[in-house]
């Protein structure tokens, strides 16, 4: 029994709640209580990844403005390391120099 191993000698009673998604819970006793709210819960867990990301747009990041012709600042280090592999492969499939058989003196 959770209250005895928590020396709790009150009274406990469990009612449910339509009104809370499921997961959700909320304890109260004479002089207190705690909520488990997922709603709140996430809602803070995006103001502490905004506060982290500082309104810098991520890979995730949707934007309804086409995009410009303009070059950037910033380099996307991805797309180069893709343009260097190709610059690479497409030397590569270069045909090799004709090599002229040594003549014999």
């Known amino acids: 029994n959770m209250s005895k191993s928590r020396t709790y000698e009150g009274n406990m009673h ?30 803070d867990i995006d103001t502490i990844i ?12 949707r934007s309804d403005e086409p ?5 950037n600042d910033t380099q996307d280090p991805v797309a180069e ?5 190709l610059d690479s492969t497409v ?3 270069d045909p090799a120099p004709e ?3 040594e003549a014999d003196e």
């Open 14 to 43: 469990v009612q449910g709640d339509d009104t809370m998604p499921t997961g959700d819970c909320r304890l109260e006793w004479s002089n207190g209580g705690t909520e488990r709210n997922s709603v709140d819960l996430w809602s």
């Open 99 to 101: 090599i002229q058989p």
């Open 67 to 71: 995009a410009s012709d303009t070059p």
């Open 81 to 85: 390391t893709q343009k260097t592999e």
């Open 91 to 93: 030397e590569m499939n």
């Open 50 to 61: 905004d506060s982290y990301l500082d309104g810098k747009p991520t890979i995730w990041s």
